[in-house]
């Protein structure tokens, strides 16, 4: 074994796979698409895979699949319509919602094969061993950290794809004036569709992983409103417009609330939240681009200071 | 008559209907600061529940008679609703509009954590059990009914206050202009302020109808928060006529859809409806 505990690396996986799922929601959070609805496409890819396998032994292989078709169809189903009607700001965000809570309750309905609110535990396949390729199961936290540090270096991969592709210039057109951006021959439905596939793709990939690593699922912790703003709010302290803005927004959430949890034992249990939202909206009003847009800036003015 | 209406189904809507007038309460304060601030308080479930504890609070712990308490909680949420506009909204009300919906959210988190860090997570109870009314074969709780009436009571209030009194039409007019009334003499800033603790007052008196009839918990406002936004959304943000309306069909659909399946598909039925009709009329069902 290597010399680093198993504590450090828990929390090294968690920052790397919430990263990622953040920069999911900054593909298209970014871009003006703001989306409280985030929390369904993870819940479909958590429960999709846990329910396949449980239910019908079906490998999580085949099952993220279906969950990735699953999270696509939802994706258009939801996203045509809001896009081909122009349903843009507050009211993309509420529709968005509802969508989540759609998730959500569905999960809670289905109670007799999902577990309801008290959750769902994957079968396990391990039987002593450490590695159970078919099953999507590993007792050993160095092999997860290898998985989330390969999907997170994916999801910076595609972020930088799309920061540098035609398409994200057509939608930072659409977000500044829609119906300009559509006058000089942009395909306004087409081009938000394609980014929110991608992002919805992202996250259920987030989720699946996320069920497999804590082999344990919840409605709550999967789906919801919670669970979406926690994601909008986590690339909004990080820093939405540059790349790492997103798990450096993981980053300080889990850093925060483990380092009380330390500093303090369980005595004040949701110190760190209660602090985490005080400083959000002292984000959003002073510091809207966050903490890593806010670092790079002051960097910049410090080097340029001399030159100008 | 009696083998097609099922007595139960129609005790179903009748609840329903109890359920419409307190869900239409909830939206009027969001629609209220809505239509006049054109801001989203995405934290107005979390100063419902702000209240419900000072109902709580005040009640059990200081033994205050439970009416005064009620009002006493209704002034609290009115002030923190002129606190929420003075240091969180005013600051970003040049800012891009979707800064305003996050910062509320900003609001939502803190609000939460700090309720389960002051009052902790456990499920706290009024006490205070009333009767259930028996008519016929059905039975409704006489809560839901007293709510039912003092919301619509608070409807008809406001309704008054705003086509009725100077400061009243004021708010009206800033809500169809806001460049022109400035120039009116009317102070903007002053509405605002006046606004948002009118919005928090109604918050506040929905905040003592709900704690007749649930338990207090810090995650509380995730339960019906959404169901508020929807509403309002679904009649037309900004729309009070529009939010009252939609308040009673998203009622129904939880009331009756819940009689025939359970509880939460009557939710899930609720919202795929909203986001159907958000397809349909992109502006709410009452919407410009």
Redesign the interface.
């Known amino acids: 074994m290597t010399g680093i505990g198993n504590y450090p690396l828990h929390l090294a996986i968690l920052v790397l796979l919430w990263g990622y799922i953040y920069t999911s929601w900054s593909v298209m959070g970014r871009l003006g698409l ?1 989306s409280f609805g985030h929390g369904a496409f993870m819940g479909i890819g958590a429960y999709t895979v846990v329910m396949l396998w449980n239910h019908f032994g079906l490998t999580p292989w085949i099952g993220a699949l279906v969950a990735l078709v699953f999270t696509t169809v939802v994706a258009i189903v ?1 996203g045509y ?2 896009f081909r ?3 843009v ?3 993309f ?3 968005t ?3 989540s ?2 998730a959500r ?2 999960i ?2 289905l109670r007799d094969h999902t577990g309801g609110s008290l959750g769902a535990t994957p079968n396990s396949a391990l039987h002593g061993e450490t590695i159970a390729i078919g099953a999507l199961q590993f007792a050993s936290k160095e092999v997860w950290l290898a998985i989330v540090f390969v999907v997170w270096l994916g999801g910076l991969v595609i972020w930088r794809k799309v920061d540098r592709s035609m398409g994200r210039f057509a939608l930072q057109a659409i977000a500044e004036e829609e119906e300009a951006a559509a006058s000089i021959g942009i395909h306004v439905t087409r081009a938000k569709l394609r980014i929110t596939i991608i992002s919805a793709l992202m996250t259920c990939v987030g989720g699946i992983l996320y069920a497999q690593y804590q082999l344990y699922v919840n409605p709550d912790a999967v789906s ?3 669970i979406s ?1 926690q994601m ?2 986590g690339v ?1 302290a990080g820093g939405m417009f540059v790349m790492l803005g997103p798990t450096v927004g993981a980053a300080f959430t889990i850093l925060l609330a483990e380092g009380l949890r330390l500093g303090f034992g369980n005595k ?7 602090i ?3 400083m ?2 002292l ?4 510091m ?1 681009k966050g903490i890593l847009g806010a670092a790079l800036d002051l960097f910049k003015t410090r080097r340029s200071v001399p030159g100008t | 008559m009696s083998e097609v209406f099922d007595i139960f189904l129609l005790e179903a809507v009748l609840n329903g209907l109890l359920l419409g007038g307190l869900l239409a309460l909830l939206s009027l304060g969001l629609n209220l600061v809505f239509g006049v601030i054109d801001v989203v308080w995405i934290c107005y479930a979390e100063l419902i529940m702000c209240g419900m504890y000072a109902v709580y609070y005040l009640h059990v712990q200081y033994h205050w008679p439970l009416v005064l308490a009620m009002l006493a909680a209704i002034g609290i949420v009115a002030f923190l609703g002129w606190i929420l506009h003075q240091f969180v909204i005013r600051p970003v009300l040049s800012a891009e509009p979707i800064n305003q919906l996050l910062v509320t959210g900003g609001v939502l988190f803190f609000l939460q954590a700090a309720a389960t860090l002051v009052f902790g997570i456990e499920f706290k109870n009024l006490g205070v059990s009333l009767p259930s009314v028996q008519i016929g074969e059905m039975s409704f709780s006489s809560s839901r009914l007293i709510a039912f009436f003092v919301a619509l009571a608070g409807v008809l209030a406001l309704w008054l206050f705003l086509s009725k009194t100077y400061l009243g039409t004021a708010i009206r007019a800033i809500s169809q202009d806001r460049a022109v009334m400035p120039l009116m003499g009317v102070d903007p800033a002053r509405i605002f302020r006046i606004t948002s603790a009118m919005g928090g007052a109604l918050a506040g008196l929905a905040s003592c109808l709900l704690v007749l009839q649930y338990d207090i918990h810090p995650a509380i406002g995730l339960s019906f928060g959404p169901i508020t936004f929807l509403i309002c959304v679904l009649g037309g943000l900004g729309n009070m006529v529009g939010g009252f309306v939609a308040a009673f069909i998203f009622a129904q659909f939880i009331a009756v859809g819940g009689f025939f399946f359970a509880l939460e598909w009557g939710y899930v039925i609720a919202f795929v409806f909203f986001i159907a009709v958000m397809f349909w009329r992109p502006r709410g069902l009452l919407g410009k």
């Open positions: 703001v939801i319509p809001c009607f122009k349903i700001g507050h009211y965000a509420l529709v919602l509802a969508l809570e759609v309750l569905v809670v309905a919801g409103i919670a703003l909008v709010f909004i004040y249990p949701a110190l760190d939240t209660t985490y939202g005080v959000l909206v984000f959003i009003i002073y809207p």
